[in-house]
């Protein structure tokens, strides 16, 4: 990568649907560029950015991934993004990364649920976006029927700029709206011919249609449109780039990345039509400071992804916004208030990687082992006068599922592997579930799980087992007990002896756990009634139902008795908690379960599919809204009945819906459920249950 300045720089990010043919369409702009000898194949894994073993074993994009061209003196970093849901996480870094976005169709399935997704993504980063119509040499391809679906999805915005010629086996070139002239390829090179008679009248419709979004994105061609004056090719040009980086016009182009039509013609356009750092100007940081792209000014950096790399280590990526940073040197993270050293800066292409001298406004790049920066952090030069990027935005992930180490030899990497993972992975959380014991991952779906788990075995050398996790219930009381135990052992020597009276109640949900002592005339020495709670917290956490903790209690210690010889602390301990065990035979013992408040956002077509399931998972609907043409559902559904409901919402939606959740209170489980649960918990042990696991 050849150091050149802002105003010769764009940087575009390929998101579409999984399948359209982004990595195929970055591959043949690398060959027509010149940028790779060979032109690969996603089927065959040869492919430059779909380089990850993981990518190769499912022929599909897993991970961002970068490479650069030069064309006409421009630079043009591509950023090739995955396509399925479940690897959003690295589209939203892409586009934190880029000044625009090509979205890219395919020509025989239409506008699918994966582009209006990358579509809304790009719409939050406010970017300018061109559309490139693939695949236009596969059976069943349909440009028209694929425009009008971008037009109805997305607005009288969608402005073609090519239209094809022919389709599926006939699919040869092109007809420029602008220049109007047609292209044909012959031999694998385009060949300028006159416009096919029959396609002649499309041709000026859709001029004409270019005409109009022209004149809407300058006042000036406006006013020539309205009193009938032509427009040069010059003016229509101009006043596309206007209305492209403006977001008032998405110039929509074909062709087939496979046949490599149109990738060239592609290229050209995005030079021409895409906005420079430069030409974007100004960037804001959370408090609102302005930043220009001056190579002499601060520097400034937003990281927008950070991996492990198994050539060289960790390795951090970042777009520069302000100054110009040299290798070997050191930043300091405005985000986690931490130096860090900089060793060699490194231009990046597929897995392969350049040292840099410098880098400056606009240029995307990664450095090696920086032990504390994460995707979002800014990194700045002047400590005193550090400024912060918003952090990125990921998606929540939502589908949870235990996992434990296959050996004790796993077990002593999992933790490790699992803080690496989340480094590099924003989009999964790790957590340790109380009451089950279990480590309880999120993620965003089945697909996302199959790579974690093959990626902390592959990268990280832990080997792990997954299992849908165990609902963390609780127990409680529902009524009031005096209970008295005496606990009184011999064995030769002294004894054991304790003797307790606890007046056990129900407290306000949420309370805890609350201890009191009423003891008067010493009956139970000082020293003891520390012992005394303490046997109570232990037996709480150990449960007495199905072996989950005790929550919302009352203990008041109001009498008992001691032994100068026999009684010890642990005496009092054990006489506390055998009390707590009658309790829940005497005070009406009941189980609680989390219920969570639920989120889900779906197109008003399948609300009535969505509440209805919801009503069937013991659901409670809060609320509905509708905001932006989709229904925004609120409820409350037990946890229980949702540790699969991410895929199965992807189902009944066509992939169309989302949720979020958290953990919204503990309400008392039905009966039946109960007594199931109690019952499994007492089968598990072969005995009266002690733990639940």
């Given at each position: 990568?050849?150091p050149?300045?802002?105003?010769?720089?764009?940087?575009v990010?390929?998101?579409?649907?999984?399948?359209?043919?982004?990595?195929?369409?970055?591959?043949?702009m690398?060959?027509?560029?010149?940028?790779?000898?060979?032109?690969?194949?996603?089927?065959?894994?040869?492919?430059?950015?779909?380089?990850?073993?993981?990518?190769?074993?499912?022929?599909?994009s897993?991970?961002l991934?970068?490479?650069?061209?030069e064309?006409?003196?421009?630079?043009?970093?591509i950023?090739?993004?995955?396509?399925?849901?479940?690897?959003?996480?690295?589209?939203v870094e892409?586009?934190?990364?880029?000044d625009?976005?090509?979205?890219?169709?395919?020509?025989?399935?239409?506008?699918?649920?994966?582009?209006?997704?990358?579509?809304?993504?790009?719409d939050?980063?406010?970017?300018?976006?061109?559309?490139f119509?693939?695949?236009?040499?596969?059976?069943?391809?349909?440009?028209d029927?694929?425009?009008?679906?971008?037009?109805?999805?997305?607005?009288?915005?969608?402005?073609p700029?090519?239209?094809?010629?022919?389709?599926?086996?006939?699919?040869?070139g092109?007809?420029?709206?602008?220049?109007?002239?047609?292209n044909?390829?012959?031999?694998?090179?385009?060949?300028e011919?006159?416009?096919?008679?029959?396609?002649?009248?499309a041709?000026?419709?859709?001029?004409?249609a270019?005409?109009?979004?022209?004149?809407?994105?300058?006042?000036?061609?406006?006013?020539?449109?309205?009193?009938?004056?032509?427009?040069t090719?010059?003016?229509?040009e101009?006043?596309l780039?206007?209305?492209?980086?403006?977001g008032?016009?998405?110039?929509?182009?074909?062709?087939?990345?496979?046949?490599?039509i149109?990738?060239?013609?592609?290229?050209?356009?995005?030079?021409?039509?895409?906005?420079?750092?430069?030409?974007?100007?100004?960037?804001?940081?959370?408090?609102?400071?302005?930043?220009?792209?001056?190579?002499?000014?601060?520097?400034?950096?937003?990281?927008?992804?950070?991996?492990a790399?198994?050539?060289?280590?960790?390795l951090?990526?970042?777009?520069?916004?302000?100054g110009?940073?040299?290798?070997?040197?050191?930043?300091?993270?405005?985000?986690?208030?931490?130096?860090?050293?900089?060793?060699?800066?490194?231009?990046?292409?597929?897995?392969e990687?350049?040292?840099?001298?410098?880098?400056?406004?606009?240029?995307?790049?990664?450095?090696?082992?920086?032990?504390?920066?994460?995707?979002?952090?800014?990194?700045?030069?002047?400590?005193?006068?550090?400024?912060?990027?918003?952090?990125?935005a990921?998606?929540?992930?939502?589908?949870q599922?235990?996992?434990?180490?296959?050996?004790k030899?796993d077990?002593?990497?999992?933790?490790?592997?699992?803080?690496?993972?989340i480094?590099?992975?924003?989009?999964?959380?790790?957590?340790?579930e109380e009451?089950?014991?279990?480590?309880?991952?999120?993620?965003?779906?089945?697909?996302?799980?199959?790579?974690?788990?093959?990626?902390?075995?592959?990268?990280?050398?832990?080997?792990?087992?997954?299992?849908?996790?165990?609902?963390?219930?609780?127990?409680?009381?529902?009524?009031a007990?005096?209970?008295?135990?005496?606990?009184?052992?011999?064995?030769?020597?002294?004894?054991?002896?304790?003797?307790?009276?606890?007046?056990?109640?129900?407290?306000?949900?949420?309370?805890?756990?609350?201890?009191?002592?009423?003891?008067?005339?010493?009956?139970?020495?000082?020293?003891?009634?520390?012992?005394?709670?303490?046997?109570?917290?232990?037996?709480m956490?150990?449960?007495?139902?199905?072996g989950?903790?005790?929550?919302?209690?009352?203990?008041?210690?109001v009498?008992?008795?001691?032994?100068?010889?026999?009684?010890?602390?642990?005496?009092?301990?054990?006489?506390?908690?055998?009390?707590?065990?009658?309790?829940?035979?005497?005070?009406?013992?009941?189980?609680?379960e989390?219920?969570?408040?639920?989120?889900?956002?779906?197109?008003?077509?399948?609300?009535?599919?969505?509440?209805?399931?919801?009503?069937?998972?013991?659901?409670q609907v809060?609320?509905?809204?509708?905001?932006?043409?989709?229904?925004?559902?609120?409820a409350?559904?037990?946890?229980?009945?949702?540790?699969?409901?991410?895929?199965?919402?992807?189902?009944?939606?066509?992939?169309?819906?989302?949720?979020?959740?958290?953990?919204?209170?503990?309400?008392e489980v039905p009966t039946?459920?109960?007594?199931?649960?109690?019952?499994?918990?007492?089968?598990?042990?072969g005995?009266?249950?002690?733990?639940g696991?």
């Amino acid at each position: 990568m050849k150091p050149t300045t802002p105003d010769r720089i764009r940087n575009v990010a390929l998101i579409s649907h999984g399948g359209a043919g982004k990595t195929s369409l970055a591959e043949a702009m690398l060959f027509d560029a010149g940028a790779i000898a060979r032109l690969g194949s996603v089927e065959a894994g040869t492919t430059t950015l779909d380089w990850d073993p993981d990518e190769h074993k499912r022929s599909q994009s897993i991970n961002l991934a970068i490479g650069s061209i030069e064309h006409e003196g421009v630079r043009v970093t591509i950023v090739d993004t995955p396509g399925y849901a479940d690897f959003q996480a690295d589209v939203v870094e892409a586009l934190a990364a880029v000044d625009a976005a090509i979205v890219v169709v395919d020509a025989s399935a239409g506008v699918e649920v994966g582009t209006e997704e990358v579509w809304r993504l790009a719409d939050e980063r406010g970017l300018p976006r061109m559309i490139f119509i693939n695949k236009m040499d596969r059976e069943n391809a349909n440009y028209d029927a694929t425009l009008e679906q971008l037009k109805a999805r997305f607005g009288p915005k969608i402005a073609p700029v090519y239209l094809p010629i022919g389709s599926a086996g006939t699919f040869c070139g092109y007809v420029d709206v602008i220049e109007e002239h047609a292209n044909v390829y012959e031999s694998g090179k385009p060949k300028e011919v006159a416009i096919p008679p029959e396609m002649e009248g499309a041709e000026h419709s859709r001029r004409d249609a270019l005409v109009e979004a022209a004149a809407e994105a300058s006042d000036e061609l406006m006013e020539k449109y309205l009193e009938g004056e032509a427009f040069t090719d010059a003016e229509i040009e101009a006043a596309l780039h206007k209305g492209t980086r403006e977001g008032s016009v998405v110039p929509v182009f074909v062709g087939s990345a496979t046949a490599n039509i149109g990738v060239r013609e592609l290229i050209n356009m995005i030079v021409k039509h895409v906005p420079s750092p430069a030409e974007v100007g100004t960037r804001a940081t959370a408090d609102g400071t302005e930043l220009t792209p001056d190579p002499n000014g601060p520097f400034v950096a937003q990281v927008f992804k950070a991996s492990a790399d198994p050539f060289v280590g960790r390795l951090t990526y970042f777009r520069v916004v302000s100054g110009t940073l040299s290798g070997q040197g050191h930043v300091y993270n405005a985000t986690r208030r931490e130096s860090e050293r900089i060793g060699n800066l490194l231009s990046v292409h597929g897995k392969e990687t350049e040292t840099l001298a410098k880098v400056g406004p606009g240029d995307i790049a990664a450095v090696a082992k920086l032990t504390s920066t994460h995707a979002g952090d800014t990194l700045v030069s002047d400590q005193a006068g550090a400024v912060e990027f918003a952090p990125l935005a990921f998606p929540a992930p939502s589908l949870q599922i235990a996992i434990e180490p296959e050996s004790k030899a796993d077990l002593d990497k999992l933790g490790q592997a699992l803080h690496r993972l989340i480094e590099e992975d924003p989009s999964v959380e790790i957590r340790r579930e109380e009451g089950t014991g279990e480590t309880v991952l999120t993620a965003m779906g089945d697909a996302h799980v199959d790579v974690i788990v093959d990626r902390l075995k592959r990268k990280f050398g832990a080997s792990v087992k997954t299992a849908t996790p165990r609902v963390p219930y609780r127990e409680t009381i529902r009524q009031a007990a005096r209970i008295e135990n005496r606990y009184k052992r011999q064995t030769g020597g002294h004894g054991q002896f304790g003797h307790v009276v606890i007046e056990f109640a129900p407290a306000e949900m949420g309370a805890g756990f609350q201890f009191g002592n009423r003891i008067v005339g010493g009956v139970v020495p000082k020293q003891y009634i520390p012992a005394v709670e303490k046997g109570l917290r232990e037996a709480m956490a150990e449960g007495i139902l199905a072996g989950y903790p005790v929550v919302d209690l009352s203990a008041t210690l109001v009498d008992g008795s001691y032994h100068t010889v026999d009684s010890s602390e642990m005496a009092f301990k054990v006489a506390a908690s055998q009390a707590l065990r009658k309790a829940f035979d005497a005070a009406s013992p009941a189980l609680l379960e989390p219920i969570l408040e639920v989120d889900v956002v779906v197109p008003d077509e399948f609300m009535g599919d969505v509440m209805g399931q919801i009503t069937s998972k013991r659901g409670q609907v809060l609320g509905m809204d509708l905001a932006n043409g989709h229904q925004h559902l609120k409820a409350q559904v037990p946890q229980a009945e949702m540790f699969h409901y991410a895929t199965e919402l992807r189902s009944i939606t066509q992939g169309r819906g989302r949720f979020s959740w958290k953990v919204d209170h503990y309400a008392e489980v039905p009966t039946t459920i109960a007594d199931r649960v109690v019952a499994e918990a007492a089968s598990h042990n072969g005995h009266s249950p002690e733990r639940g696991h």
